[in-house]
């Protein structure tokens, strides 16, 4: 008899910081960082992206998922944020944003960021 394979994670836990260099990949699912994205470093998601602490660096999720997946941080200070094949700078979301709790998605072919406070 074999045994069932055991079904493949559909989320990746990161428990510390991701410095500048450092690039987290996870095209199955979501990713959860606890801790910050540093200026410099990149996280590519097939799904979401919750950050639980400071977002520096770059954020691209929705590999997989599309247009559904979502970007969580506690305080935004991105360089580039992208969902699905949607991208955006800092540039773009001006400093009424920065260092906020924010929510990014998809609303009909456009990125919106909202605001947790």
Known sequence: D???AEPAPTTLLVDRPVRSGQSIVFADG???IVG???SGAEVLAG???HVYGALRGRAIAGLRTGAGARIFCSKLEA???G????YRTADYWGPG???RAVQVRCDRGAIRLSVFD
């Open 30 to 32: 979501d990713v959860t």
């Open 83 to 86: 969902v699905d094949q949607l």
């Open 47 to 49: 799904g979401s992206i």
């Open 2 to 4: 074999a045994e069932p």
């Open 97 to 99: 944003l920065h260092g």
């Open 36 to 38: 910050s994205v540093s």
């Open 79 to 81: 360089e580039l944020i």
